[in-house]
T-cell receptor, first 110, second 114 residues
Framework: GIQVEQSPPDLILQEGANSTLRCNFS?????LQWFHQNPWGQLINLFY???GTKQNGRLSATTVATERYSLLYISSSQTTDSGVYFC????????????FGEGTQLTVNP | NAGVMQNPRHLVRRRGQEARLRCSPM?????VYWYRQLPEEGLKFMVY????????ESGMPKERFSAEFPKEGPSILRIQQVVRGDSAAYFC????????????FGQGTRLTVV
């Protein structure tokens, strides 16, 4: 099956700093999503981005499908950005059976 | 427009009991997926269902686990004779159709087996 690797595994920032999280995948995908799992365990949709670039407030994402990677940018980080960021992909064409990476644990200190 | 609803949020079961986890998809969504997150791990796909059909159960343990999505009512993930290793967060997701589309997740059910 498809392999998903996220880096870095852990990231500690001071409030206000910018960061880039990376997701590499081993095969062509038809679906790629970024999620934020907050400290309460809730899984929040950030982006549905199988290709191209999207922005939502302080967050943006870029997927280069031909080179099999995606980047999540967080600007002017806030303490509420803390949690685990997951990249998930689906190589199929039927349904959304996602394969998740191991996540990046982000801690933003005040 | 309510999101994906899961209940209960927390469930405690003794070893050997049955656990039933419920998932109501977003309005207009007819495709449901179950995932499991073991402690300190990422999420793993378990099963994909449409109304009255199991489409893909390749991620389901072979024994004790079953899932259904009846014509009426929520999707149910059932775990019989629970063991301590079943303790995990179980997430349900839904999508509007079966093609390549965004899946939306519920808040999860945290199962603790004592």
């Amino acid at each position: 099956g498809i392999q998903v690797e996220q880096s870095p595994p852990d990231l500690i920032l001071q409030e206000g700093a910018n960061s880039t999280l990376r997701c590499n995948f081993s095969d062509s995908v038809n679906n790629l999503q970024w999620f934020h799992q907050n400290p309460w365990g809730q899984l929040i949709n950030l982006f549905y981005i199988p290709s191209g670039t999207k922005q939502n407030g302080r967050l943006s994402a870029t997927t280069v499908a031909t080179e099999r990677y995606s980047l999540l940018y967080i600007s002017s980080s806030q303490t509420t950005d803390s949690g685990v960021y997951f990249c998930a992909v689906d190589e199929g064409t039927s349904g959304s059976r996602l394969t998740f990476g191991e996540g990046t644990q982000l801690t933003v200190n005040p | 427009n309510a999101g994906v609803m899961q209940n209960p949020r927390h469930l405690v079961r003794r070893r050997g009991q049955e656990a039933r986890l419920r998932c109501s998809p977003m309005k207009g969504h007819s495709h449901v997926y179950w995932y499991r997150q073991l402690p300190e791990e990422g999420l793993k796909f378990m099963v994909y269902l449409q109304k009255e059909n199991i489409i893909d159960e390749s991620g389901m343990p072979k024994e004790r686990f079953s899932a259904e999505f009846p014509k009426e009512g929520p999707s149910i993930l059932r775990i019989q004779q629970v063991v301590r290793g079943d303790s995990a967060a179980y997430f349900c997701a839904s999508s509007p159709w079966g093609g390549n589309t965004e899946a939306f997740f519920g808040q999860g059910t945290r199962l603790t087996v004592v």
